[in-house]
């Protein structure tokens, strides 16, 4: 039985931890466009989710629909950085958990938080290379915002199963 316990962990920890690198991936491949394909990929999910929000958007003349995109980009890059780190915050605690004790302390977060933080300043850095594109002090703290937020919620999920797993 104990056997099996192990073998399951194993799994799990290598589980989590091919999914934090795969999304660590991710993370570098956005970080790696250049500036102005960066801008591209932006204005196209606002492109898409404005003709679908933002009624009589298609009737709007190109110059109001690029200007309309181009007053967004800003809020929507700033919530994708948010949110990604959001998901590797989820996967790091995870990670963190199937490795180590599968008792979610402080250190466990910690550690995630730790992680997270380190993988958004040496994004940033990454950037400072990357044509068209910089390191903002600004994006490591949003990053590192979205990745508390998602180890926030990991806690809270883990507490109400655990809770649920003693009655």
Known sequence: MIK???AEINIRALVF??????????IF???????????????GVIYMTCRITVSGFTDLSDAAREELIESMQFRVRKAAHFTVYLILGVLSVQMFLAVGRPVLTRNCA?????FCLLYAVSDELHQHFVPGRSCQLRDVCIDTAGA?????????????RSKNDRK
């Open 29 to 43: 491949t956005f970080s790696a466009q250049k500036a102005d394909e960066s801008s591209e990929t932006s204005g």
């Open 17 to 26: 931890i091919l999914l934090t690198v795969i999304w660590c991936g991710v």
């Open 4 to 6: 099996k316990r192990k």
């Open 110 to 114: 910690l550690s995630a938080l730790g």
């Open 148 to 160: 508390a937020v998602g180890i926030l919620i990991s806690t809270a999920v883990f507490a109400l």
